[in-house]
């Protein structure tokens, strides 16, 4: 213990992860969690890694998704994230998605427990003190104002943000399942064993024609300070995918494929509400891509227009939140330090990745430097064959040719990665359709992916069904 701490500053997703991965390593780490001494608009406990929008990690299919094959790349570097992700994990379909209360606390209790985690309850403001030579700023999007004044009067840049959005939730109880049914798309067995996770709502055509037309009528907060901040695409409001056109809603999250209503089976929804799990228990559930800046009150009155909810007991409903990020391909080197105060280390939403899942996965990368650094073994960042090694690339301007173009948010996307060529034929030598050829080409990468982490972190490669 006379080795001196790294500080973390945000007990949010990225800076959890980050200080388990320094105390892992053996090094002692100091995480700073302003609430609850300060509140935020957004937060509603003092837990660590709370969950303010979505409970959802998204899809959990190393071999044909990205942030799947995140998930697998994390859970092979001991991620906390994903470890207490897994043991409180709820039906989702084929995504990974947790209760978030026993999620939150289970990641409290971990860090609490650790001998080499302190917690300090205490707002950090300004600049961190100079006696602390190793710092992870890790305060996501809801970061206070003195230290985000501090970080943009020590970068000379201007402040970056985007729009942020919360979906309502609604209470078990007040949902009409004789009009609603339980069922996931195409009955796909998620990682929680059940194929149908979802709550499906359907609407016929002039149910989704007066639906739209009271989003476009209904009242939005407004947020004069904000004016000119963009919409992150990834959570767009519902009414503001609804201005970009009436079907827009009914190929995104209304979307009615892959499902049979239960009641009538012999009737097509037009477009489909869905529900998706929120708690453990099983008394709350959100609704699906709904996120939302209608005013609370247009929100009860409009979401009770869609079959099955029209008597919906809201547990939570939406909201708007700005989410900040700096320019970090021109700010950040290839260890996400602050190149004008390489003390200074970056992880999560901060940095410029979008999602839960991104965010924990640049604060494990971050605390592992800075342990590293600690401990005086090298650094180096994970190949950009994976996952973790093509978020690194994102933040720190692998992406940008010349330093060329507008920095912007991103999830995890094969767009990161360098390509691989498609097989043609099979192993009979038979043409191959294209989803075929797609299929295969993106298990080729995880494949590719898991065995060039495991070499980078020296350990054998996780096996590829132990990943499934």
Same mark, same amino acid.
């Given at each position: ?306 079959? $099955?909810? =029209?008597?919906? /007991?809201?547990?939570?409903?939406? #909201? *708007?939140?700005?989410?900040? !990020?700096?320019?970090?391909? +021109? %700010? ?19 940095? $410029?990745? =979008?999602?839960? /899942?991104?965010?924990?996965?640049? #604060? *494990?990368?971050?605390?592992? !430097?800075?342990?590293?650094? +600690? %401990? ?93």
């Amino acid at each position: 213990m006379s080795m001196r701490p790294v500080h973390v500053i945000g007990g949010g997703l990225a800076g959890s992860e980050a200080a388990w991965q320094i105390a892992e390593a053996g090094v002692p780490v100091v995480l700073h969690e302003m609430r609850p001494v300060r509140g935020t608009d957004a937060h509603q406990t003092d837990r660590l890694a709370e969950l303010v929008c979505s409970n959802s990690f998204r899809a959990d299919d190393w071999a044909g998704n990205a942030v799947g094959l995140l998930h697998a790349e994390m859970r092979a570097l001991g991620s906390i994230i994903m470890a207490c992700g897994d043991a409180h994990q709820v039906p989702a379909g084929g995504a990974l998605a947790v209760d978030r209360e026993g999620f939150a606390q289970a990641v409290t209790a971990r860090l609490e427990a650790h001998p080499l985690v302190t917690i300090a309850r205490e707002e950090v403001a300004g600049l961190p003190p100079a006696e602390w030579d190793s710092v992870i700023v890790a305060t996501g999007p809801l970061t206070s104002p003195a230290l985000s004044d501090a970080i943009l009067a020590l970068t000379g840049e201007g402040q970056l943000s985007f729009f942020d959005a919360i979906a309502p939730i609604v209470n078990f109880d007040s949902v009409d399942m004789d009009v609603c049914w339980r069922q996931s798309r195409y009955d796909k067995v998620g990682p929680g064993g059940d194929a149908a996770a979802y709550i499906n709502c359907p609407m016929d055509q002039a149910q989704y024609e007066a639906f739209i037309d009271a989003l476009l009528a209904g009242p939005k907060s407004e947020f004069k300070d904000w004016e000119n901040v963009p919409y992150f695409d990834g959570c767009l409001p519902i009414e503001v995918m609804a201005e970009r056109g009436r079907e827009t809603l009914r190929h995104g999250p209304m979307k009615p494929v892959g499902l049979t209503n239960a009641h009538r089976p012999d009737v097509k929804a037009y477009a489909v509400v869905q529900l998706r799990q929120d708690n453990a228990l099983g008394t709350l559930w959100n609704m699906v891509g709904f996120q939302t800046k209608l005013k609370h009150g247009a929100q009860t009155e409009i979401f009770r227009m869609i079959p $099955g909810l =029209e008597k919906a /007991v809201f547990a939570r409903l939406g #909201g *708007l939140h700005r989410n900040t !990020f700096i320019n970090s391909p +021109r %700010l950040l080197d290839t260890n996400l330090r602050l190149k004008a105060q390489p003390r200074l280390r970056f992880a999560g939403q901060v940095t $410029g990745v =979008e999602g839960y /899942v991104e965010s924990a996965a640049v #604060g *494990l990368l971050a605390g592992r !430097f800075a342990a590293a650094e +600690r %401990l005086g073994r090298p650094i180096e960042a994970p190949p950009e064959t994976t996952a973790l090694g093509g978020l690194v690339g994102h933040i720190t301007g692998g992406h940008l040719e010349g330093g060329k173009g507008s920095f912007q948010p991103m999830n995890i996307n094969y767009g990161l990665l360098p390509p691989m060529a498609p097989p043609k034929r099979d192993e009979e030598g038979r043409r191959l359709g294209s989803k075929e050829k797609t299929r295969l080409k993106k298990r080729a990468m995880g494949e590719r992916a898991l065995s060039d982490l495991a070499a980078w972190a020296g350990h054998p490669a996780p096996t590829l069904a132990a990943a499934e």
